[in-house]
Structures are given as C-alpha cells and as structure tokens.
C-alpha cells in the first residue's frame, strides 16, 4: 500500500509542478513600496521609487499596504489576465491607465473580503482583465491583508490562463481525492481500533481539507453560498484550529514513547497558546493572532525533533522509524512557515511546495498510523493466537483431568470386588477350593483391567502399529471354541487367508467373545458365525458374535463403543469398560468395521 501511495504522490508533484509553473509570461519588471500607514494615493505613489521584486511578494504578517507596480509588454493586441495567487488575500486593487477617468485610472477590486454577486468561484486565481496597448503599460496593485503578505503575480492570455486552470483543476481533483482517500481510511481504522490518536488524525484531517478548499477558492461553490467577508472569518478560524488538531495528534503519538516530559508540557503550552489565538482572533485582531500561529507552529519544528530524538521506550512504530518521519515532517514544516513569516526570498516553486506541504504531512502522519495499526493488528493477532492456543491447551488439560477422574473412578469401582476376594481369601487360615479359583479369578480380572489399560495407552500414543501378514482367522475360532468350554458355537464357511497383524486381530476376538461370555445368559452359549465377504473391493471375512443377555441386559448402542462406558447392571461383573473401545479403534486401525445391535434391528 505504501508504495503505491509513495508512486501516487510522485506523480501529483511532476503534474502539479506543469499545472503550476506552466504558462507565458508578459511582465518585463515588478516593483514594490510599503505604505506603513495605508494613506498614499495612486498618484502619490506612481511617483515614489520602488524596490525591485521577483515573481513574490512576501512580506509576512504585515498592517502595512503594499504596492507593487508592474510593467506589461503584450505579444499582440487584446485582452491579457493578471493572476493573483493564493486567493485568500483579503483585498487586491488593480489601477489601470485611464485617461477617460477624472483621476486618470480605473480600478477593479477583487479578494475574499470583496466577492461581487457575478464572481467565477470557479477560477483558480484572482483574475484582473486588463487591455495594454504596446509598447508596454504600468500597472499598480493595492494589498491590504490580514493574513501573510504573500503573493504571485502573473499576466497572460486568456487561452493560456484557462489551459493553466484546466490543469490545475484536475490537480486539485487528484489530490483532494488522496486527501479524502487517507480521510476515509482513517475513520475506517478509528472504527475498527478505537485507537485515540487516529481519532485526533480523523480531527486534522478534515480541518486541513476544509483549509485546502479555503486557500485554493473552492470552499464557496462546494460548500454553498457564503457571505461576502464570511470566507476570510472561515479560512481564519481553519488556519488556527488545523495546528491544534495536528498538535494534539503528535502530543497522543509521542506519549507511547516516553519522551521528555517538559517538552511535552512544552507541547501543552502551545495548545493553550493556539486557544489564546483563537480568543484574541475572535476579539478582532486577527492579524496578531495569524503571526501569533505562524510563530507557534515554527516552534512545533524543534519541539518536534526534540521528542522524537528524546523517545526512551520502544513502540510502534520503532523510534528509529519515528525519528526519520518527524525529520521530514520538520523540513515540509519549516519551509511553509519561513515563507509566511517573509523571512525568505521563494521561488515560483514554493507555490506548489505550500500545496504540497499539507499532503506531505498528512502522508507522514498516515504512514506513521498505517506502520502503527499494521503492527497492532499483527500483534493482536499473535495475541488471538496465543488466546486460542492456551484455550486449546486448557481444553486439552480439561479433557486429561476428566480421563484421569473417569480413570480412577473405574480403578476404584472395579478394582473393589477382586480385591476384597483375595483380602478374604487371605484371611482364611484354610482355603478351600472354590476360594482359591475365586481368587486366582480376581487376579485374572485385575491383570485383565491393567492389560487394557495399557493397551488402550498405547493405541491413543499411536504405538500399536499393525505388522501384517497372512492369517488364518478359521484357526484363531476353532481354538477360542476350544477354550470356551461349550461357552461358544462356532457356525463357519470355509475362510480366506486374510493379510491383518495377528496380535491385533487376536485382541479384538478375545475382547469380543469374552464379552460377549461374560454379560450372557449362562444357559444358552455365544454363536459365532463366520464367512468369507467382500468389502470395498477386498476379501475378507464377516464375523458376527451373538449372545442372550443376561442379568446386566443390553448396553446402550449409542454408547457401547464409548470409552469407559458400563450399563448399570453391568457392574455386577468386574471390567473396565475400556474392552469395546479398545476393538473399535483397532479394527479401525486394521482397515475393518464394526457395528452393535441387539437382533431385532
């Protein structure tokens, strides 16, 4: 984005230069007198001397009349244009020859205090008409103005002046639109940040378009109708309040940083200062309080410099960035108020450099909020970041303190019984058969918890890994019916070879049918059917494991495969509940499927 605003701006400045300096020029030489006291006549004065003068006339923040007599040598007869720029000086008085008047001059009289009901708002400049003959006439001009004596003077032709306000009116267009564009960007990022300083840069902002219109002539015909006088009371009350408003954006910027603090209280100073300024322009002495702001706005130059060169702690932007930005502020700045306050000779280029003083400003004030938003917004999402992951890390603990209370809660309900059947067995001082089965049973049924326990570890850390290789699945029933003790009958087709990891698929048939055995009725045994099925295009082997619940009845499918799941009834019988999870996720990991059901579904 910067370097489109960065190549955006480069070609405003090469078309503003042609729209500014372009044109033919017709004025052989330029005088100027100042009438400290303004009672000269124009004849009084078309005998004084005059000191010679450039394209300018800058004279500061003056009470003084200034005239300036200036000599035209037409190129060919007809009509010629004096332009007088900028167009916020209160009041310019053009005397032309005229011998046909009582005095022997004729006079026009234009300036934002002296607008006539037929004046083009639309115009560029102050324009006299004016018809020399040749070889050369003399001219004189009258300025009176509260605000800084600063002024241009050019004659040319029509068709020249309107080629120049043809340009010039585009320029404008192009840099108000940029204007407006960091205008909306800034309200846009106010409302997503809420940040203070680009609240005070949304202020600045809009105050400097208002002022761009104003000193340019085209707050009138965009803003309506305007009394006579009320343009110049406007463009006044801008002049002051746009530096408060830049200057409370600068003091919120530096804040972050840690500079000196006297010279922020310096900073506070001069917004009192500025206020005082409005007070004494509301008062009537406006030219005191314009030279006052100009002088208050000179001293924001090292003021400026010197916060920045003081910054102590680190943000954003970093004060290397800051300091280099507050440079370049301070040189656009320092230029604008030499050339108001007289104390340099400009050239015709410092016209467009007071344009462009603005723009530059508010591009370095957008490039310092644009680096400071970019990095907030970064930092906040590595903050969103870090929120979620230690939400997902919470989680993650939440889930492992609940497995482990479910965990233990098993240990302790199913651990009870076969532990109490060998605290009993080892307190008899003789052992009768049937005592000693029930406690080799309830060590049985403790390695059995633990051995799952530990199996289903090592499926959730992803260690049981399948080691495939042919198996014989027909073998595997025939011995698990052997071993059931007439507890199983085994119905069975035939049987492939099916390639599977042995071990696993040994795990899941035990888990199965002694699950089966042991929630059955014990009158009637488990079946066990078994025949060859093809899934996806694969061989294999469909085994269903049917029994008749016993007193535990059904379990819950919807819940069956859950870890640590036990119907109520069930806990009759010593287990885990971890059996039916453990097969699941195995028979996963072994490419199969599996499903409950009781039969009638």
Known sequence: MMKKILIYLIFLCCFGLTATVWGSELVSSRGVIEDRFGTMSINEVAKADFKPMGDFLSKGFSESVHWIRFVVTPDKTGELLVRINPTILDQVVLYEPDPASVNGWKTQVLGDRSYTDDYDFTMVALEFVVNPSAP??????????????????????????????????LFQALYAGLLLWLLFWAVSDYVAGRQRVVAWFVLYQSCYILYHLAITGRLVPIIGFIPSGATDVVTNYLVCIMPLTALMFHRTMFADYAPSKPALRALDLLAVLILIELGIMFYGNTQMALHVNALVKLLFVPLFLYLAFSAKREAVPKIATLRLFYILIAVAQLDEQLILLGWIEPQKIYLLVLLFQGIVTSGLMFSLLHSRSKEMMRASEQAQQSLRMSQQQLE????????????????????????????MAMGMEQQSEPIKQHAIQATMDIDAIIERCLQADQMEQRQLVPKRQLCDINSMLVEFERNGTHQISLQSSPLPRINSDPQLLNI????????????RDVDIPVQL????????????????????????GMPDPEQVFEKYYRNQAAHGNTGSGIGLYLVRNIVGLLDGWMAGCDTDR
């Open 529 to 552: 059917d078994a025949q060859p099925h093809e899934y996806q295009g694969r061989e294999g082997v469909l085994l269903g494991i049917t029994n008749v619940p016993g007193v535990a």
């Open 396 to 423: 993650i603990e939440k889930r492992q303190r609940r497995e482990q209370s479910r965990f233990m809660d098993m240990l302790n309900h199913e651990l009870k019984t076969p532990l109490s059947v060998i605290r």
């Open 136 to 169: 050369e006439t003399v001219y004189y001009l009258r300025l009176q103005t509260t605000s800084s004596s600063f002024m241009l003077l050019d004659v040319h032709q029509p068709a020249d002046a309107r080629n120049l306000d043809y340009r010039f009116v």
């Open 508 to 519: 899941v048939l035990g888990n199965l049918i002694g699950n089966a055995i042991k929630y």
